[in-house]
């Protein structure tokens, strides 16, 4: 069975690598996406359709959705690990 939580991006991203880290750091079970900036998958209907900014990361827990690095940390420590806070 597939993690619940997906991460849409490129490791290389910092802002990418923040939000994985509070994954790790919260020891939750994850799905890393792997997109191209070169390929312009960032840039793909499917992809604008999760974040009409079409930056990266972007976070999927269930049914939310959230972008932004910080608010997807916040997100994370807040549900999965709150005593880190």
Not at 10 to 39: I, N
Not at 67 to 76: C, L
């Amino acid at each position: 069975m597939a993690p619940a939580v997906k991460v849409y991006g490129w490791a290389v991203s910092p802002f990418v690598a923040r939000a994985l880290l509070c994954l790790e750091e919260a020891g939750v079970e994850y799905e890393l996406v792997p997109m191209s900036r070169e390929a312009g998958d960032h840039l793909r209907p499917d992809f604008v359709a999760r974040n009409p900014f079409a930056q990266v990361p972007v976070l999927e827990d269930g049914d939310l959705t959230l972008f932004e690095s910080r608010a997807i940390a916040r997100h994370v420590l807040r549900k999965y690990k709150p005593e880190l806070l």
